[in-house]
């Protein structure tokens, strides 16, 4: 069920599953973070993979032929997301989760907004923009220097890369593995601000919908993901998720 129009009222069997779920997982994209000033990918114009190419600058192979390119890309994304802030849908899924009796985040952003607004336990999944590693798989200590663009690791001398991950690279294991876990346990599962476009995390919503979960979608547009979908509230996640988590409020309390 969705309609064209920002939706003020909820449907009462969509607050009433939120109620009564025991787990539920929220999984976010680029457009939870939209409000905030970081742009998205896919969106037309505005989003950065319609300025950029990604296989230029968010692939391993377009790190080993351009490293300074790459790195001084992340650097650009690491001071654009160092000058935002949390927008009123990360405060409202960090409320959400104290509101209910679990709730497992699982995030592709990794622009670390979720911490920021109160969610300490966030499953990364794409990894984070402020955080590196060494390429030669040492953990990330000190840098060497702070001039040369990649820096190099102060142990080994090798080049220090963003831990994000890549085209082309896997999800790591265990990061997997705890989603996973989430996605089976869940009752409830949202799908806010992304495309569904890439793998695996897009196909996590269809297997907790196989899995028996209630399917809520929050995006202004439609997605591969729509049509499965139990709910589907249509507008920005900063002015839905608010609406949503107070409408939950009020019934909680008159429970
Ligand atoms: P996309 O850019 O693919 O999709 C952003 C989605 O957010 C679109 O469906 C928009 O309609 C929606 N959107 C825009 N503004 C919104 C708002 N205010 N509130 C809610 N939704 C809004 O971003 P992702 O789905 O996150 O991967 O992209 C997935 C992955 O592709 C990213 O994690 C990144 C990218 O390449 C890596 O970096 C590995």
């Known amino acids: 069920m969705g309609s064209d129009r920002e939706i003020d009222v909820f449907p009462p069997a969509l607050i009433d599953a939120l109620v009564d779920s025991r787990h539920i997982v929220v999984m976010t994209g680029s457009g939870t973070s939209a409000e905030s000033g970081i742009p998205t990918f896919r969106d037309a114009q505005t989003g950065l993979w ?21 790195s001084d890309w992340y650097e650009w994304r690491r001071q654009l997301v160092s000058k935002t802030d949390p927008n009123p849908g990360h ?17 592709q952003n990794v622009d670390g907004l979720h911490q920021r ?73 949202f799908a806010i601000g992304t495309s569904a476009q890439v793998q695996p995390a897009a196909g996590l919503a269809l297997l907790a919908k196989q ?26 996640s900063g002015a839905i998720l608010p609406k949503l988590v107070s409408a939950l409020k009020q019934t909680s309390d008159h429970a």
């Open 91 to 107: 405060t409202a899924i960090a409320a959400l989760t104290k509101l209910v009796k679990q709730l497992t985040l699982i995030t």
């Open 50 to 70: 319609a300025k950029y190419r990604p296989e230029d600058l968010a692939t391993p192979e377009a790190f080993a032929r351009n490293p300074q390119l790459v």
């Open 211 to 236: 899995n028996g979960a209630t399917l809520i979608e929050i995006n202004p547009a439609e997605t591969p993901l729509t049509d499965d979908c139990d709910y589907i509230l249509k507008g920005p």
């Open 117 to 189: 607004a109160g969610n300490d336990d966030v499953i990364e999944f794409h990894g984070n923009i402020m955080l590196s590693r060494c390429t030669d798989g040492h953990p990330a200590t000190g840098i060497q220097g702070d001039t040369e663009s990649p820096p190099r690791c102060e142990q080994c001398g090798a080049m220090i890369r963003p831990a994000v991950v890549w085209f082309g690279e896997s999800i790591p294991a265990a990061v997997l593995q705890r989603a996973l876990a989430a996605v089976e346990t869940c009752d409830v599962f």
